[in-house]
């Protein structure tokens, strides 16, 4: 998030400025905001616990669950445009900036790492994995992963949206109604199979398919 603000910092004060470093600055925050968050989770990986269930059929059942989860939360993030013809999402990243070239697929690698691993890993973690169990109680690894309360539940429902609120006060934009679907669906997948690692999956699986989906239909402001 801290990465995120410097960029609009940067790109508040470059714009219309020569220099792509200071006038579109998300070509250079987000990959660096995949090294440094990679980062992170490799330091602290062995304190998260992924655990999908005991049993092979719960394991097997947790993983269908999170594949079928993320397809469907992408059915919700692409309806506005494929059913409600809500308009074609075109602006925001070019994916041709640089051109082409080594900086060009460098660039482009980091984006879909971060669109399929980080920010899934990331996010799943930090909702689910913390927030949800913190609104329970402390310390929160006390209490097992998808331990339902309603509170929690619609507190991280409600935070999940607002980090997807777009970039104007009033109303919010199309992301955060969408935010607010996604996350509960992905709040029931944590109380249903207890299982972090499902709640990764699922979120991965629908990124993927956000990242196919903007690539055939040319849809750059997804990302």
């Known amino acids: 998030m801290g990465l995120l603000g410097l960029g609009e910092i940067v790109s508040h004060f470059g714009d219309g400025l020569a220099a792509w470093w200071l006038a579109s600055p998300q070509y250079w925050v987000f990959p660096l905001q995949t090294i440094v968050c990679g980062a992170f989770l490799i330091w602290w990986w062995r304190q998260y616990e992924f655990n999908s269930g005991r049993g092979r059929r719960r394991r097997v059942t947790n993983f269908l669950l999170g594949v079928a989860a993320g397809v469907l939360a992408l059915l919700i993030w692409v309806a506005p445009q494929e059913v409600f013809n809500v308009e074609r999402r075109v602006g ?24 399929v691993i980080v920010v899934p890993l990331l996010e799943e973690i930090f909702w689910r994995g913390f927030l949800m169990r913190h609104l329970i109680r402390d310390p929160f690894h006390t209490v097992p992963f998808g331990t339902f309360s309603w509170p929690a539940f619609a507190w991280v429902t409600l935070f999940f949206g607002f980090a997807h609120w777009g970039d104007r006060m009033w109303p919010p934009g199309q992301d955060f109604w969408t935010a607010i679907i996604t996350s509960i669906l992905y709040n029931l997948l944590a109380v249903l199979t207890r299982s972090l690692g499902a709640c990764v999956l699922a979120h991965a699986v629908t990124n993927l398919l956000l990242g196919i989906y903007i690539f055939k239909t040319q849809q750059w402001g997804f990302w």
């Open 92 to 115: 925001g990243f070019d994916l041709w900036f640089f051109g082409g070239g080594t900086v060009f697929k460098v660039n482009l690698w980091f984006r879909i790492l971060r669109l």
